[in-house]
């Protein structure tokens, strides 16, 4: 046995330099990293040109009301509601990096219809509203795959520069990407949707290019959940699965409840941002874009140091640091009044930004190191789909509290709302943790992983009494003793998850 050991130590030293080199290696020396990086910086800058060029096409084109160019709005994201749980699944269950490909070729023809129909003369608001839930659709798949993927691209410890960078480049888009759509609308009109739908091109051929091969999925690990139950009750259990690790998580819970109630909060207060600048404030119209875009550089500096605050504050510890202290600067947004005080709403918009940008980067990156590979697509789908579920609640009510309280007074509701959901991660496991290391990921995720095979064997052994019960009812017609209720109390225990 010595003689074993002392073999295969040479043998392994090769493997255990090679992993430590692609630990130290730059991501900007990371070429598959740097093709993934490059195809989304143009695709998000692309998709920032439609988020205004598709309801400009409703509006100019088409003379839409107010309730169509509303429903337009809703059928974009209306999928991250319907389809977000089942994505999850698939995604788990196929190569994520095909699925991104065939989502992005999906919204290129999609898109492209719109500038074909538009030359032609033959545009209509049903085409813009199939148009919108189906990309809707595609990006339900490719984000839940995206969010999936790079962990399996790049080193666990690189994870907090690659999402660093990833984010910068979206708050990047989201301040260049409205003006360019604006600007391309103007010249071109519906053709303007042509920049999305080619910068979806170049995301398909820079992932084509990825030559790093995915994990080997372990079919066993995917469909372990359903185990103990058969037909609609295992598919039902691997649907929920990502919900259950959620939920039983005392973090992830946690930051999920945190997550839906800024976002709650935050979008009743963005439902009002605009109203507030031009009614209350009367900035002009044509200025509150620039306000906007100011505002927006906050987030390209929360992606570029994201990074570097979670090595100095911790990984873990930036997670509710983020909200708690950074997240106090949006506060000031209320007190904005006309002449030296306008100033505020951009400081206030740059910490808003800043703060999401360094918080989504942190929280994301935690959840990618501690849950099992084999459940990230539907870890991560049910994360999307709790969070993403407090936003039209959230716009409804600051429609209803506008109208009711003020416009300023709703605007305060909202900012104080957002800086009070820190209180769930302030006071969860993250306050007495500095960093989440790979022995306490993989701890973390062992002793989930526990608590889930102990759940599958309550439910396998109530789906085995079930099976016991009807065979009983069997027996009994066949005048053989009954099995399975010894006790003669008619009752059969059931899984917590039947």
């Known amino acids: 046995m010595g003689h074993m050991t002392a073999a295969a130590a040479p043998a392994d030293e090769p493997q255990k330099a090679a992993a430590k080199n692609r630990r130290n290696r730059s991501l900007w020396r990371h070429r598959d990293f740097m093709m993934l990086w490059a195809g989304q910086a143009v695709s998000e800058i692309g998709s920032a040109v439609t988020i205004v060029a598709l309801p400009l096409a409703a509006v100019v084109l088409l ?18 509601l319907l389809v977000a749980l089942p994505a999850g699944l698939i ?31 033959v545009l209509t608001m049903a085409q813009l509203f199939a148009v919108a839930l189906l990309t809707g659709l595609a990006t339900v798949f490719f984000d839940v795959a995206y969010q999936s993927y790079v962990p399996g691209l790049i080193e666990r410890e690189q994870l907090h520069d690659g999402n660093g960078k990833l984010g910068a480049t979206q708050a990047f888009a989201q301040v260049a990407g409205p003006g360019l759509g604006g600007a391309l609308f103007g010249w071109l009109k519906s053709g303007a949707m042509a920049a999305d739908a080619i910068s979806y091109g170049v995301s398909t051929v820079t992932l084509l290019l990825i030559r790093t091969m995915e994990p080997r999925r372990d079919p066993a690990a995917v469909t372990e959940s359903s185990s103990g139950a058969t037909g609609f009750a295992g ?124 918080y989504n980067i942190a929280q994301l990156s935690y959840r990618q190191m501690i849950c099992p590979p084999y459940l990230l697509g539907r870890m991560n789908a049910a994360m999307r789909w709790i969070v993403w579920g407090t936003l039209p609640l959230g716009g409804l009510l600051g429609g209803v509290f506008g109208s009711v309280l003020g416009i ?9 709302g957002s ?18 290391g790979e022995s306490q990921a993989a701890q973390e995720a062992e002793e989930a992983q526990e608590a889930q095979e102990a759940d599958r064997a309550v439910s396998g052994s109530a789906f085995s009494h079930a099976q016991d019960g009807e065979q009983d009812q069997n027996d009994r017609g066949d005048g053989e003793d009954a099995v399975g209720d010894d006790n003669r109390d008619g009752e059969v225990p059931l899984g917590r998850h039947s």
């Open 63 to 80: 003379h839409a009301t107010t309730f169509e160019v509303g429903l337009l709005a809703a059928a974009g994201t209306a999928c991250f």
């Open 91 to 121: 995604v788990d269950r196929f190569a994520k990096r095909r699925l991104m490909i065939a989502c992005d070729v999906a919204r290129m023809l999609i898109l492209g219809s719109v500038v074909v129909a538009g030359a032609f003369g």
């Open 408 to 416: 300023r007074a709703t605007l305060w509701v909202g900012v104080v």
């Open 235 to 358: 598919l039902r259990r691997e649907l929920f699965a990502g919900l259950a690790f959620v939920f039983r998580h005392p973090v992830l819970r946690k930051i999920a409840a945190c997550t839906a109630t800024a976002n709650l909060f935050g979008s009743i207060s963005g439902a009002l941002e605009i109203v507030f600048l031009v009614r209350v404030v009367h900035v002009r119209p044509a200025d509150t874009g620039l306000l906007f875009s100011v505002g927006s550089l906050g987030g390209i500096l929360g992606g570029i140091l994201s990074g570097r605050l979670a090595k100095w504050i911790g990984t873990a510890r930036i997670i509710w640091f983020s909200i708690a202290v950074f997240g106090a600067i949006p506060i000031v947004m209320p007190l904005t009044e006309p002449g030296w005080r306008l100033v505020l709403f951009p400081i206030a918009f740059a910490g808003l930004s800043f703060m999401v940008v360094v």
């Open 419 to 436: 800086w009070a959901s820190a209180l769930w991660v302030l006071f969860s496991p993250l306050r007495t943790m500095r960093d989440i």
